[in-house]
């Protein structure tokens, strides 16, 4: 394994959320809305900067005068935009497919996926993601799913009988293992394997999920300070009165 593997491996036991808490964010119809607000706030900030004089509003025959200014939650708004929108960008490029498309087992089963879509995903899995306790317990549910299919040749069992019973398959093994002989296990009965195929890409790519957490950070705690500065305005204008 390499320094980088290495070092990636040592970044994916970090506490940083996984893609499926991202996927939360990064599917939430509000926060896909920042691209709008990236756009629109710069240009609606450029028309009124440009408006010196104050609008005249005839209402009732009352005459009323309306200051414009940018204040300065724009700014904080436009800026919580861009770090929403940095954070959406990482998590469509960057996030894992089956983490984007499928929450569980049964979306990828009702969607129509098989052994040769697990097989596909295992193989797409970086190798520093095989941490031992992960190699081992896709080793063991590789063997659940064996023994529940009705065909005799077991695959992970003939490697227990050469290796003993406390083996445990480096990931290269487990890798070969599965994909040689997974088209003898029904689809139905991938659930653990998929489960774990699952989690391990979603702690892959640990500076993408690092990067765009800390925007979407960033961007919820900007609206938390126009939050606050909304509600201190709001109450100090009722005492005022």
């Not at 659930?191 to 195929?197: G, T």
Request: charged share 15%.
């Amino acid at each position: 394994m390499t320094t980088t593997q290495l070092l990636l491996r040592k970044l994916s036991a970090w506490p940083i959320p996984d893609w499926m808490q991202l996927r939360m964010l990064g599917q939430n119809r509000a926060l896909k809305s920042s691209y709008f607000w990236f756009v629109f706030v710069p240009i609606a900030a450029r028309l009124i900067s440009q408006l010196n004089q104050p609008l005249s509003i005839s209402v009732f025959g009352q005459v009323h005068l309306i200051h414009l200014s940018l204040p300065f939650s724009w700014y904080q708004f436009f800026f919580a935009a861009v770090f929403f929108s940095a954070a959406n960008l990482v998590f469509a490029l960057r996030c894992p497919s089956i983490n984007q498309e499928y929450a569980s087992p049964q979306e990828s089963y009702d969607a129509g996926n098989g052994a040769v879509y697990v097989q596909n995903q295992l193989i797409a899995l970086p190798g520093y993601v095989f941490f031992e306790k992960f190699q081992s317990n896709l080793f063991y549910a590789f063997r659940a799913a064996e023994a529940a299919s009705p065909d005799s040749a077991h695959a992970a069992n003939a490697w227990l009988d050469d290796h003993g019973s406390e083996a445990t398959p480096n990931p290269f093994e487990v890798s070969d293992l599965i994909s040689s002989y997974i088209c003898i296990v029904r689809r139905e009965v991938m659930n653990d394997l998929f489960a774990l195929i699952h989690k391990a890409h979603a702690i892959s790519r640990p500076v993408a999920r690092l990067f765009a957490s800390t925007c979407y950070l960033i961007g919820f705690i900007l609206l938390g300070f126009i939050l606050a500065a909304n509600v201190r305005f709001v109450i100090r204008s009722f005492f005022e009165n």
